[in-house]
């Protein structure tokens, strides 16, 4: 017998609704239902959980192969969720830009100054870096908040759009002749390559 009619044989003896078995578990119900459905496996720490509220060893509820893709499953999960905090992190860490003197005001004054202080380009040039750096700065603050959410589809949107985002911040600086705003957005890029490359 498979863990998902094991866990459903469980709930039913003892009478229990999903939203009750998710209850005594901490778990939501929609993690219960999946488990049941055969569509994913509990963590390691759940496993624990469902075998201590059933009083069943970890054994009879999960044969050996099935413990090995969840452990398998759970790695996965966790490197996912460590690319998308540590790429979410570096993007929300671009906004630092906005403040950071490290544009060049031109010929007028040629000191480097933080972006609110820029005055030797275009307005629309300005408003092209503001957008990009507010906009790469809000993807990370949205995946990090949906890190919470445990999607890993919306997680795995967030780290390709932050990517997409950073590509572009990159090109801007380089465009509009800002080597060191460019120096440290593509910096920033590496670091976020590397640890995607590295967890994968």
Known sequence: MEFNEKLQELRKSRGLTQEALAE?????????????????????????????????????????????????????????????FLSNTLD?????????????????????????????????????????ICLTALNGLCGLLLIRLDRPVWNRHRVVTGMALSILTVAVFIAARQPYAGALCFALLVIKTVAIIKLR
Request: overall charge negative; aromatic content about 12%.
């Open 24 to 84: 005594a578990l901490f778990v939501s119900r929609t993690a219960i239902s999946k488990w049941e459905s055969g569509r994913g496996y509990p963590s390691i720490d759940s496993l624990k959980e469902i075998s201590r509220y059933f009083s069943v060893t970890i054994d009879e509820l999960i044969c050996p192969e099935e413990l090995l893709s969840a452990a398998e499953a759970e790695k996965q999960a966790f490197a996912g969720r460590t690319i998308s």
């Open 92 to 132: 929300l860490l671009t906004a630092v830009l906005l403040f950071l003197p490290v544009f060049g005001n031109g010929t007028d004054a040629p000191a480097a100054v933080s972006l609110f202080g820029l005055t030797g380009v275009h307005a629309w040039v300005k408003a092209a870096f503001f957008i990009s």
